[in-house]
C-alpha cells in the first residue's frame, strides 16, 4: 500500500483516484498519474473541474528547431550549424517498422483511445498503488507530443526545460487540456508524425531522421526491423540504452521492443526471433555541428556570417529575437563565398605560411561595386587545439576578430591622397620631404582645438636615401612617409577622418580614429575585411558598397526572409578614384609593390609596414577583385619578424612588398583566373620632385599591356624603393621614455599599433 503523506488524509494514488471520478463526471478524463505521493500537492491549485476549464485551450506549437544548411555562391555545402540536429520529414518519409515499433512500446493504445487512456490510468494507479510509488506511468502518445512541444518551447533556458518535465499534477492536467486540444485538431497520422519528429534519440539526434542517419547512416525510410526496434527503444531512456555506450543493453531492450510488437500482431513471432538473432550493427555518423566543420577553409567565414545574422536588425530588432530564430535553424543559408576564390585563397596562404609559425597571415578579397565577401581564410585554422583559434583575424571585433585589429603602416596613405585631392591639391603637388622631420604643428582637427606637437616628436622615412622633394607619383610609389604627413598638415586631419568614415575605415575595436597627424602612417589597428573593402571603392571609381556575405535565405517552407543588402553611395568624384589607381598602379609597376604585380591583368595596391615589423600588409585590387593581405603576431606576444623563417623560407626582413605581397598575387590570380580583366581608366601623373625619384608617368591605360610581373629578389629583401615602415617617433631632447617597449608611441600619445588579442 501507498504510504500516507503527512497532514493528509488521503495516500497519493487515492487522491490521484478520487480526482480521477470528478474528472469523470465532468466528462474529462485525467491522465499520466504517474508521481510520488508528495506530488499530489498540485490538486490544490487545478484539481477541480472549474480549474481545469481555466486553462486555456489554444497550444501554440513552435516551429521545430532544424538544422541550418549555410552554401557558397554557388550551392556546395559549407557547413550546417543546429542547436537540435533535426531533420523534419511526412510520415511517408519514416519506415512503417518504425512506426509501428514506437506505437507498440510507447502507446500500444494509440489508435484506440483519446487523447487519454482509462484503461491506462486505472491500471497505472492500481500498480502504483502496489508499490508505493511512481512505478507505472500512463501517459498516452498524445501526451508525451504536448510535453515534447513544451520543452521545444523552452529551449535552452534551463529553469523553464525544468518545468516543462516536472512530475506535478499540475503540469499533468495541462498536458490533458492541451492533448484533447491536438487530438481533435490533427488526428492520429499527424499526430504520430510530429511525436517522431520532436522526440529525443539521445546522441544530439533529435527526430527520427537525424537518428535514423546518426546510428546507422541511411534515411529513416530505408530502417528495418531490427533498426526500428533498437530506436524505439531509446525513447525511454536515451542514455541508458545508448547502443554506442552499452551495445548489450541497448539490444535487451530492442528484443523487449520486438516482442511487444508481436504482442500487438505488428509481426510474427518468426519475425522477431530472426531479428533478435541480429547483433546491433551500427554505422555511426558523428554529429558535424557548427562552423569548426566548414570545408574549404571557410570556418571563419561562416562565423562570419553566424555573426552578420546575429547583429543586423533585418533578422530582428533585438539579439536576443535574432538568436533566438539562428538557433531554430531549419534555415538554408545561400553566402556570397566564391569557391573558386576560396581555394585560390587556401592555396596561397598554404603555400607561403605553415599554420604553427610565430606569425600568421590572413587574406580577404571583395567584389567591387557589390560588396560581396567572396573569399575568407587565415593561416591559424578554425579550432579549439594548438595552433588553432576561434579569432577571425579578418573582420572587426563585433564580428568575432581581434581585440584591436592590426596597424595598417602605408596601406592608410591612399586615403590621406584621396582626402587631398578632393580638397583641391594637385596629384603634382610637391612637397620637401626630408628623410627626417618633426611632426609639423599646428594641425587643424575637426573641432576648434588643433593639434599641437607639444613633445617636439619626430619621423623618419625608411631609408635615408629618401629625401626629397617629391610629387603625389613619386612619394606614393616610394611610400614616403615624411611627404604623407606634410600632405595631412596641409589639409587638415579632419578631411582624412571624414574620407576614411565614408569609406568604412573605422578601427576595429570600434573607437573613433585619433586625431592626429600620425593617423597618416597607418598607427590605428584595423581588420582586413575594412581594408578590401575600402580599397575595392577606388576600384568601383569612388563608390563606396558596404560589404555583404548573405545572397540569400529560405526557411523550412521554402520562403524567403528578407537579408541585408549592400549600400552603395558616392564618396569621392570618380576623376579622385582614377588618380588613386593612377598612383597605385605606379606602386605595383616600379614601387615598393612589384612583387604583387599580376602578369595577365592590370592591378593596383600599397604596402605597408609597422614599426618592429610586428605587421605587413598588401592591400590592392584589379577593377573586379579587391584584397586584403595582412601578416603579424596572431597572438598577444608580438613578433617582430626579422631572421625569421615563415612557411619554410628564410626572411631577413618582413615588408609589405616581401611577403604580402606574393601571398596576394597568388591568391587574387587563382581567384581571377579564366575570367574578364577589365582596366583600369587612368589619368596623366606629372613627373615631378626629386629626379632620383622612383616615378615615372603613369603610361595610358592599355590592357593589352598588363603589369610586370614580380621578380622573385632577395627572400624577404625589398624590392624596390622603401618598406614604407611606420615612421619611429625618435623625440627630441624632451621626449619622455616610451612607456610601451615594442610599440611607438605617436604625437598626442596615440600608440602606434594596438596588438593584442
Not at 16 to 27: I, P, Q
Not at 145 to 170: I, M, P, W
Not at 600 to 614: I, L, M
Request: with cysteine; charged share 20%.
Amino acid at each position: 500500500m501507498g504510504k500516507k503523506r503527512s497532514g493528509a488524509g488521503l495516500t497519493g494514488p487515492q487522491q490521484a483516484a478520487k480526482f480521477l471520478g470528478l474528472s469523470v463526471l465532468s466528462g474529462v478524463v485525467l491522465a499520466g498519474i504517474a508521481i510520488p505521493g508528495a506530488g499530489a500537492l498540485g490538486l490544490a491549485a487545478k484539481g477541480t473541474v472549474e480549474g481545469f476549464d481555466e486553462i486555456p485551450a489554444n497550444l501554440k506549437t513552435p516551429p521545430l528547431s532544424q538544422r541550418t544548411t549555410i552554401l557558397d555562391a554557388e550551392g556546395g555545402l559549407i557547413a550546417t550549424v543546429y542547436s537540435r540536429d533535426r531533420q523534419v520529414v511526412p510520415l511517408t518519409a519514416i519506415s512503417p517498422y518504425m512506426q509501428k515499433a514506437i506505437v507498440a512500446i510507447e502507446d500500444s493504445r494509440f489508435y484506440e483511445h483519446g487523447a487519454v487512456d482509462l484503461k491506462g490510468i486505472l491500471r497505472a494507479v492500481n500498480r502504483n498503488a502496489q508499490e508505493g510509488g511512481a512505478a507505472q506511468g500512463a501517459s498516452t502518445l498524445t501526451q508525451q507530443y504536448v510535453k515534447n512541444v513544451f520543452v521545444e518551447e523552452a529551449g535552452d533556458d534551463e529553469t523553464k526545460v525544468r518545468e516543462a518535465q516536472e512530475k506535478s499534477l499540475g503540469r499533468k492536467i495541462r498536458e490533458l487540456k492541451y492533448s484533447i486540444q491536438v487530438e481533435e485538431e490533427l488526428g492520429k497520422k499527424k499526430i504520430l508524425e510530429n511525436y517522431l519528429n520532436i522526440t529525443y534519440f539521445g546522441q544530439q539526434a533529435y527526430g527520427i531522421e537525424s537518428a535514423s542517419q546518426r546510428y546507422f547512416s541511411k534515411p529513416a525510410k530505408e530502417l528495418t526491423l531490427d533498426e526500428s526496434a533498437l530506436l524505439a527503444g531509446l525513447v525511454q531512456s536515451p542514455s541508458r540504452y545508448d547502443p554506442v555506450n552499452d551495445n548489450q543493453e541497448a539490444m535487451k531492450r530492442r528484443n523487449v521492443v520486438l516482442q511487444r510488437m508481436v504482442d500487438m500482431k505488428d509481426i510474427s513471432q518468426a519475425e522477431a526471433d530472426e531479428a533478435k538473432k541480429k547483433p546491433v550493427q551500427l554505422k555511426v555518423t558523428r554529429p558535424k555541428n557548427g562552423c569548426i566543420t566548414a570545408v574549404k577553409g571557410a570556418g571563419f567565414f561562416c562565423d562570419y556570417v553566424r555573426n552578420t545574422f546575429l547583429t543586423d536588425p533585418v533578422f530582428g530588432k533585438t539579439r536576443e529575437e535574432r538568436a533566438k530564430l539562428w538557433n531554430r535553424g531549419g534555415l538554408t543559408v545561400r553566402t556570397t563565398l566564391d569557391p573558386q576564390s576560396q581555394d585560390a585563397v587556401n592555396e596561397s596562404i598554404k603555400d607561403h605560411v605553415s599554420q604553427d609559425d610565430k606569425v600568421a597571415t590572413a587574406v580577404t578579397l571583395v567584389q567591387p561595386g557589390t560588396g560581396r565577401v567572396v573569399a575568407m581564410g587565415q593561416s591559424k585554422p578554425y579550432g579549439f587545439n594548438k595552433n588553432e583559434t576561434q579569432i577571425n583575424f579578418s573582420v572587426d571585433k563585433r564580428m568575432g576578430g581581434s581585440n584591436f585589429g592590426f596597424p595598417t603602416g602605408s596601406t592608410f596613405k591612399p586615403f590621406v591622397a584621396a582626402a587631398a585631392l578632393e580638397e583641391g591639391i594637385s596629384p603634382g603637388k610637391v612637397y620637401q620631404s626630408p628623410y627626417q622631420m618633426e611632426y609639423p604643428s599646428p594641425v587643424q582637427t575637426c573641432g576648434d582645438k588643433p593639434w599641437v606637437n607639444t613633445k617636439h616628436e619626430r619621423l623618419e622615412n625608411e631609408q635615408e636615401s629618401e629625401v626629397g622633394p617629391y610629387g603625389m607619383n613619386q612619394a606614393m610609389a616610394k611610400s614616403v612617409n615624411t611627404y604623407f604627413v606634410e600632405m595631412i598638415t596641409e589639409t587638415g586631419v579632419c578631411p582624412v577622418t571624414e574620407m576614411t568614415t565614408k569609406l568604412g575605415v573605422i578601427p576595429a575595436d570600434g573607437t573613433k580614429l585619433a586625431e592626429v597627424p600620425a593617423i597618416a602612417l597607418g598607427t590605428e589597428g584595423m581588420s582586413p575585411l575594412t581594408m578590401a573593402n575600402a580599397y575595392a571603392a577606388f576600384a568601383n571609381r569612388g563608390t563606396y558598397c558596404t560589404p555583404v556575405s548573405i545572397e540569400s535565405i529560405t526557411d523550412t517552407h521554402g520562403k524567403a526572409l528578407t537579408v541585408p543588402k549592400s549600400k552603395c553611395e558616392r564618396v569621392m568624384s570618380e576623376r579622385t578614384a582614377d588618380t588613386i589607381n593612377s598612383l597605385l598602379l605606379g606602386v605595383v609597376d616600379s614601387g615598393t609593390g612589384t612583387a604583387a604585380g599580376l602578369t595577365d591583368r592590370q592591378n593596383a595596391g600599397k604596402t605597408g609596414t609597422t614599426d618592429s615589423r610586428y605587421n605587413a600588409w598588401f592591400v590592392g585590387y584589379t577593377p573586379n577583385m579587391s584584397g586584403a593581405t595582412w601578416v603579424g603576431s596572431g597572438g598577444s606576444k608580438q613578433v617582430s619578424m626579422e631572421n625569421i623563417t615563415i612557411g619554410g623560407q628564410y626572411y631577413d626582413k618582413v615588408y609589405g612588398g616581401g611577403l604580402p605581397g606574393p601571398i596576394w598575387k597568388q591568391a587574387v590570380s587563382g581567384a581571377l583566373s579564366g575570367r574578364e580583366a577589365p582596366s583600369f581608366v587612368t589619368v596623366p601623373l606629372p613627373d615631378t620632385g626629386n629626379p632620383g625619384g622612383a616615378g615615372k608617368p603613369t603610361p595610358p591605360n592599355n590592357p593589352t599591356k598588363p603589369n610586370k610581373p614580380g621578380k622573385p629578389g632577395k627572400p624577404g629583401g625589398q624590392v624596390t624603393g622603401g618598406g614604407g615602415a611606420t615612421g619611429a617617433a625618435t623625440g627630441g631632447g624632451s621626449t619622455p621614455p616610451n612607456p610601451f617597449p615594442g610599440i611607438t608611441v605617436g604625437p598626442g600619445g596615440v600608440i602606434g599599433g594596438r596588438e593584442g588579442q
